[in-house]
């Protein structure tokens, strides 16, 4: 197993087609007051949610590559789905407008909103986004990858009537899958570990870092990242919607595509893949009283705005590690803030239903 250097890795991604969305690097800073509270020797973060396409979000890494590969493609449409509050969909319809390229997004039901038009929804519209809105075959549930590919498939071959030709990309840009043969969104995140590690070279990398786990391409990449460099850092995924071994193999599949494909000599243990699912409150996108507590505490002591569907439960999810002693107390975490804040607007009632 081998040890690569950070200019090594980055040469291997930097060869690969990129247009340019972002503004990088995002910002990374202490947590003074969270710090404090919860006592350790430093809690940082992230701010990922200021990527600057749109308003930002880990999505936007992951487009800069798979934008540039549906242009190699030929495409002049993007095609991806969604659930009705996807961060994903608005960051893809923005990331093809930047390119020039057409949004069609597929947004399926899996919770009951009284506000459509809100949150990313009011954006995507707003963008010229074109939705067609599903119900799920399971109530509560995404629908799976099989599922949605053939509900995509249909949707596209409207557009190829049309003279258009699509792109078909995976929720969360994270397996491969319909357009997307390689594992791009993994690797934007292999390359975001990169700055992470240069931004923290002059004091030590941190020994946790947390991040919301969802389609798992994130938490995926910034494992192969810290396992290529040799880092102790572990990257600590909180599952938002499946449970645990539901959800192992998708991260370990994502990973060990990302490791292939940039010929990377290394393995990773089951072990490496570091996920909690005690977080999933109420199940996905389930705005709770704990949902709304941490939004307003983080708010209260840091003036930082978390959304309510992911960053939240990875910020309940570290709070608890920490409270718990999970952490040690000389121990540094860095939280990765991943975006989504604009679906805060969808759930105005359930935020403020706590407030008293
Ligand atoms: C705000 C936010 N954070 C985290 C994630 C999880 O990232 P990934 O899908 O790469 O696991 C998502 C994915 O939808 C997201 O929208």
Request: aromatic share 6%; charged share 20%.
């Amino acid at each position: 197993m081998a040890v690569y250097s950070p200019e090594q890795l980055e040469k291997l991604i930097t060869s690969q087609p990129r247009v340019n969305l972002i503004s990088r690097p995002t910002p990374l800073y202490p947590l003074k007051n969270l710090t404090v509270e919860l006592g350790l020797k430093e809690i940082s973060i992230k701010r990922d949610d200021l990527t600057g396409l749109a308003l930002g979000g880990n999505k936007s890494r992951k487009l800069e590559f798979i934008l540039a590969d549906a242009i190699g493609q030929g495409a002049d449409t993007i095609i991806t789905w969604g659930s009705l509050q996807s961060n994903w969909c608005l960051q893809t319809a923005a990331a093809a407008r930047r390119c020039g390229l057409r949004p069609v997004l597929v947004l399926f039901k899996t919770y009951d909103l009284p506000l459509i038009n809100q949150g990313n929804v009011l954006l995507e519209k707003l963008l010229g986004a074109e939705i067609h809105l599903r119900e799920t075959e399971k109530q509560g549930k995404s629908p799976d990858q099989g599922q949605a590919f053939r509900l995509l498939e249909e949707v596209a071959e409207y557009e190829r009537r049309k003279g258009h030709q699509p792109y078909l990309v995976s929720v969360g840009g994270s397996a491969c899958g319909g357009h997307m043969k390689k594992p791009l969104g993994a690797m934007a995140y292999l390359l975001s570990l990169l700055e992470i590690y240069r931004q923290t070279a002059s004091s030590s990398p941190p020994d946790y870092l947390v991040v919301a786990s969802g389609s798992g391409g994130t938490q995926a990449g910034l494992l192969v990242g810290a396992r290529a460099l040799g880092l102790k850092t572990k990257i600590i995924g909180i599952c938002v919607s499946d449970k645990k071994e539901e959800f192992l193999p998708v991260v370990q599949s994502i990973a060990l595509d990302l490791v292939e494909f940039l010929g990377l000599d290394l393995t990773l243990e089951d072990s490496d893949i570091i996920l909690f699912d005690d977080y999933l409150g109420a199940g996905y996108g389930q705005v709770t009283p704990e949902v709304s507590a941490v939004i307003r505490l983080l708010l209260q002591k840091e003036a930082l705005v978390l959304d309510p569907v992911y960053t939240s439960k990875a910020m309940i999810g570290l709070i608890d590690l920490a409270r718990k002693k999970y952490f040690q107390p000389d121990d540094k975490v860095l939280f990765l803030h991943t975006g989504g804040v604009p679906a805060l607007f969808a759930f105005p009632d359930r935020l403020l239903a706590e407030s008293g």
